[in-house]
Structures are given as C-alpha cells and as structure tokens.
Nanobody, 118 residues
Framework: QVQLVESGGGLVQPGGSLRLSCAASGNIRSFKNMGWYRQAPGKERELVAT???????NHADSAKGRFTISRDVAKNTVYLQMNSLKPEDTAVYYC????????????WGQGTQVTVSS
C-alpha cells in the first residue's frame, strides 16, 4: 500500500523558514495530485498547496508569496518550502496523495508538527 512519510517540522521563530519533505513509497507521478494540508488545534484541516502529476501548482491564499510546493520525481518526494513563518502557521502539516480516476482516494501521511513561536 501507499505510504507517505513527512519530515522537516520543528520549532522556528517568527520570520524563519522550514522545508518539509514528503517521501512516497511509489512513483509520485502516478497520483492525480499531491499536496500539503495543515490542522491547528480546534480547527478544521485546510489545504496549503497542491501539485498535479503534470507539475501545475496551486497555493492557498494564506500561503501565496511565502510557501512553495515543489517535487523531485526521481526521489519520489514532494517538498514545502516555508518562508516568513507566522505564529498562525502553527499546525500539524500532512502530506496528501490523491489517486487517479473518477472517484479518487486520498492517502495521508502521519503529519509533522510545525510550531512558530518566539
């Protein structure tokens, strides 16, 4: 079965940067979309950024200009470069992979904690 493993989270000061990694167990181009979501305590999970099998990127308004999703197909890895971090970015960040087809299935990683604090 598909496994997604996130890494790169941690504690960072406001204005700092982190790069999250999501390593997939298979060819990431076999998925219709891959992306990053986050969930803060007491809040719903929200989309941060996605990338399609063709490399088309989309970023949530909260992430535009600060976060960048990218991929290394050879390494089956998707990244999220996070710059100018704010306290409100504090959340558990989850990697997502969506299968091809008319009724896609979502795979999720275990999550990695990002804490932005002074």
């Amino acid at each position: 079965q598909v496994q997604l493993v996130e890494s790169g989270g941690g504690l960072v000061q406001p204005g700092g940067s982190l790069r999250l990694s999501c390593a997939a167990s298979g060819n990431i181009r076999s998925f219709k979309n891959m992306g990053w979501y986050r969930q803060a305590p007491g809040k719903e999970r929200e989309l941060v950024a996605t990338i399609t099998t063709g490399g088309i990127r989309n970023h949530a308004d909260s992430a535009k200009g600060r976060f960048t999703i990218s991929r290394d197909v050879a390494k089956n890895t998707v990244y999220l470069q996070m710059n100018s971090l704010k306290p409100e970015d504090t959340a558990v960040y989850y990697c997502n992979a969506q299968t091809m087809g008319w009724r896609p299935y979502d795979y999720w990683g275990q999550g990695t904690q990002v804490t932005v604090s002074s």
